[in-house]
């Protein structure tokens, strides 16, 4: 599975949230399906989401690129180092491993 394209899948017809405090935000209220963290996040990112994520129930991701590149694959001129999605739509985003 390319996660790229579900996860352009995912901006097209489905719903995410950007950034540390509301994928969170979204993780605690029950509201998020799926966390994404990229691999340059911060350990204590990592690990706090990891923590939050299993809690909850909710699945976790590492995406294996830079923050730049899951900042490129949204269509946002910045880096992005967390997502968390809320309905993923039409993708097969929630099958990643």
Request: aromatic share 6%; with cysteine.
């Amino acid at each position: 599975m390319d996660v790229n394209s579900e996860l352009k899948k995912v901006l097209k017809d489905g719903q995410i949230t950007i950034g540390e405090k509301t994928a969170k935000k979204a993780v605690l209220n029950g509201k998020a399906k799926m966390v994404i963290v990229t691999s340059s996040a911060s350990a204590e990112m990592k690990t706090d989401l990891k923590r939050y994520a299993s809690l909850s129930g909710v699945k976790y991701y590492e995406y294996p690129e830079s923050s730049k590149d899951l900042g490129y694959t949204c269509a946002k001129p910045f880096p992005v180092s967390v997502i968390a999605v809320i309905k993923p739509g039409s993708s097969k985003i929630l099958d990643a491993k």
